[in-house]
């Protein structure tokens, strides 16, 4: 029981610290997920949008995906792909939304969007 009661504490917190329009929750913060997918040899693509590139994470487009919801494209040697979602924090860091796609195709947080989307109108 003190496990569940953790594991929902925590999911509160890493959610209320999550910038953006719908407070999704956080996986873990980007600067870290980065170095380990760089000590595996994941190389990470540029943004090709000048515009909306990260000032400091030259491979995250910024609000590609929702307000305050961006991604982050990456490679490995055999060329397998990861696309990430990221959510902007407060300090100039991003936070790792925990859902992402191997090598293309639609994410789940996408179909969420599209969905909030179509019932707004």
């Not at 000048?50 to 961006?70: L, N, Q, R």
């Not at 397998?80 to 939304?97: E, Y």
């Not at 796609?101 to 179509?118: A, M, N, V, Y």
Request: a neutral charge; hydrophobic letters at 35%; aromatic letters at 8%.
């Amino acid at each position: 029981m003190k496990k569940i009661i953790f594991a929902a504490i925590s999911v509160i917190g890493m959610a209320s610290i999550a910038s953006g329009a719908y407070a999704l929750p956080c996986a873990e913060r980007y600067s870290s997920y980065r170095q380990r997918l760089i000590n595996e040899r994941y190389q990470p693509l540029d943004c090709l949008n000048k515009e909306i590139t990260d000032e400091i994470f030259k491979e995250i487009c910024k609000g590609t995906i929702g307000k305050g919801i961006g991604h982050t494209d990456w490679v490995n040697r055999d060329y397998n792909t990861i696309r990430m979602s990221v959510t902007a924090l407060t300090d100039g860091d991003h936070c790792v939304v925990p859902d992402y796609t191997w090598s293309g195709g639609t994410t789940r947080l996408q179909k969420i969007l599209k969905k909030l989307e179509e019932q707004s109108d």
